[in-house]
């Protein structure tokens, strides 16, 4: 089994892309990361790309006229690497269904709740203001719908009486640095695949919720 070819699309900082730099680097997933974008330049993710000998490369949204000229441009980059997966670690870019459907099946993105619930924004403060006793994170498949690709894996956090926005967030980061890894792992030992029926995991159907993990 060949090692597979991993490349990171970043918007920020990279806390999630450290998490894949450290569990690659130990060996723990059978994947190469070769390259990290970001849309965004002097990110602390590019920093830590170089720091890790990994290729960094910017390619900013501002510097197209439309969506659909930046997906295209970022597709040809992504494709230059011939990427077994390509992983969505805090890009801030909502992508073209054109973009999604060339890399349905090998692209994963994390979203900080247990989707289906909160897609979109601000989803600490509206567990919080929804009274939930149960927060988390989750890592999907991308397709066309936002935040709504079928799911591989959950973290779940109880949400404690005196939490607030920041601190829920926090503990939910560190799940996230956790499950990220865990979903590019099983990918790249090719344990994990989508399928028309769902997502499988070892041949065996997981459900829409995904494979959960309590904090």
């Not at 070769?34 to 002097?42: D, E, L």
């Not at 935040?147 to 973290?155: E, F, I, K, N, S």
């Not at 601190?167 to 939910?172: A, G, I, P």
Request: aromatic letters at 6%; one cysteine or more; a negative charge.
């Amino acid at each position: 089994m060949a090692t597979k070819r991993i490349v990171v699309l970043i918007s920020g900082s990279g806390s999630n892309l450290q998490a894949l730099i450290d569990a690659t680097a130990s060996g723990r997933i059978d994947g190469r990361i070769v390259a990290v974008i970001s849309n965004r330049p002097g990110v602390l993710g590019l920093e830590r790309a170089q720091k890790a000998g990994i290729r960094a490369e910017l390619l900013d949204h501002k510097a197209f006229d439309s969506r659909e000229a930046f997906d295209s441009a970022l597709q040809a980059l992504i494709d230059s690497h011939e990427p077994d997966l390509v992983v969505l670690a805090g890009f801030m870019r909502i992508l073209t269904t054109e973009f999604v459907s060339h890399y349905l099946g090998r692209m994963f993105n994390i979203h900080p709740s247990l989707l289906p619930r909160y897609k979109g924004l601000n989803t600490h403060q509206r567990a919080l203001e929804a009274g939930d006793t149960e927060h988390g994170c989750t890592v999907h498949f991308v397709t066309p719908e936002l935040d709504g690709g079928p799911l591989v894996v959950q973290a779940v956090v109880p949400v404690a009486t005196d939490d607030d926005a920041s601190r829920l967030q926090q503990r939910v980061h560190e799940c996230e640095h956790r499950i990220y890894p865990l979903a590019v792992e099983w990918f790249c030992a090719d344990r994990l695949q989508l399928l028309q029926e769902g997502v499988t995991l070892d041949g065996a159907l997981l459900p829409p919720t995904g494979y959960r993990l309590d904090a």
